[in-house]
């Protein structure tokens, strides 16, 4: 099974290594491009989200590409420089790995929704572009289906708001009141959406910045305000907390210009993007309060061991699922050549019962049509709910009996 990524996430790499290989969806696109034409690659899908950079590949056998290599070049920086940054698996260890992953298990908020909705779009991705193949198409959709069935039994106090939820629960452990502070949001995507409507639900005042150039109505979360980018300043003076989480590679808070402001004491900034939004330089300046997306973290703790060891077990069901069709595909044609006989053999033996209903010779022909696609897909799920419930073996003794039985006929 020649299934391979390289990865760097947050358990290899602060917040200011990741967000060098954090690309911009004009980036994304070209990196996949570029790993779709090495030699041997099958298909590719790129997951690129706040935590982690992830390149992954289905190759012929054999076949070792150079993904380090091929995300570096594009980040424009050195292979060697940042190798140890990164982790590759291969084979049944990268399966366990995606599977465990796309629940939330890896997540630096554990157990956390948005890690399912990214890697969704992630395969999404590399279906328009047309990079994802069979295997890559069927591990990724499986990881989710799992994921899912894990989510049903698992449930923690971030899992839907996930790092916004996260960050906000956490300062208010600390004593943080929102109650009625001014909170200006900057970034109106998915994560400054999720941070808005987490900071009204907390009873904030939040105003959230909108980019002149675009056209059309923008959509602004409900019960909050708007200011345009550009007069972002004028509003800092009156602001409790400034959250950013944009999806652009520019500085949205330059120390230069906030160092020059005026500002409440005990003034937060919290920057959920990658690459970083906020100037760090901004953490030195007196009575004010920077925070990253690497300044919280969810420790161990009994019940998220126990969540993890119930998750694990509905897990490894559904590996050994994916292994085992991974393992049987080569005999999918087979399985519908089978088919078509089945369902050729049940028209021959129903057809009496047809010509009984005195049908006209168009109903009559639908039917057939309809009784034959029936017989179709019951044979076909009869055979691989053996596969999958009885295993590789047992689905390739049966479909050898099957073959046997109709050579015999």
């Known amino acids: 099974m020649n299934i391979q990524m390289i990865g ?46 992830e390149l992954w590949v289905h190759c012929r056998p054999d076949v070792e590409p150079p993904l380090c290599d091929c995300i570096c070049q594009i980040a424009g920086t050195g292979t060697e420089q940042y190798r140890d940054r990164f982790r590759s698996r291969r084979g049944e260890e990268a399966v366990a790995y995606l599977f465990g992953m796309t629940s939330g298990l890896r997540s630096q908020i554990f157990g956390e929704d948005q890690i399912l909705t990214q890697v969704k779009e992630a395969l999404d991705k590399a279906r328009t572009a047309l990079h994802t193949d069979t295997v890559l198409e069927v591990l990724f959709r499986m990881a989710i289906t799992a994921a899912k069935k894990v989510k049903t039994g698992m449930q923690t106090a971030t899992a839907d708001t996930g790092a916004v939820g996260y960050c906000l629960e956490k300062l208010r452990g600390e004593g943080y009141d929102f109650t009625g502070r001014r909170c200006l949001v900057i970034g109106n995507g998915k994560m400054g959406k999720l941070a ?12 959230v910045t909108v980019r002149q150039y675009r056209s059309g109505v923008v959509e602004i979360p409900v019960d909050c305000e708007r200011i345009d980018y550009g007069r972002r300043m004028e509003l800092l003076p009156d602001c409790d907390m400034v959250v950013s989480a944009t999806t652009s590679p520019n500085t ?12 409440k004491p005990g003034l937060i900034f919290l920057d959920l993007a990658v690459p970083r939004d906020i100037d760090p330089r901004i953490a030195e300046l007196s009575g004010v309060r920077l925070f990253d ?5 969810a420790p ?19 590996i050994q699922e994916f292994l085992t069709w991974y393992d049987c595909r080569d005999r999918i044609p087979m399985t519908n050549e089978l088919a078509e006989k089945c369902a050729v053999d049940f028209l021959v033996r129903v057809e009496p019962a047809i010509r009984q209903t005195h ?30 419930e009885a295993g590789a073996a047992a689905f390739r003794q049966c479909l050898d009996a099957v073959e046997k039985f109709y050579d015999q006929a």
């Open 293 to 297: 997306i690497d300044s919280f973290h």
């Open 8 to 53: 760097i996430d947050h358990t290899t790499a602060p917040v200011e290594i990741r967000e060098k290989f954090s690309f911009t969806t004009k980036v994304q696109a070209a990196l996949m491009e570029q790993a779709a034409a090495l030699p041997g690659v099958l298909g590719v899908i790129l997951l690129s989200t706040c935590n982690r950079t």
């Open 359 to 388: 049908l006209d010779s168009e109903a009559a022909s639908a039917l057939r049509v309809q009784l034959e696609d029936a017989a179709k897909k019951h044979f076909r799920r009869l055979l691989f709910a053996v596969r999958d």
């Open 252 to 263: 949205t808070m330059k120390y230069e210009d906030v160092s020059a402001a005026v500002w």
């Open 196 to 207: 808005a409507q987490a900071l009204r639900q907390t009873g904030a005042h939040v105003t």
């Open 300 to 318: 161990q703790s009994e019940e998220r061991t126990r969540m993890e060891e119930e998750a694990q077990a509905v897990l490894a069901q559904q």
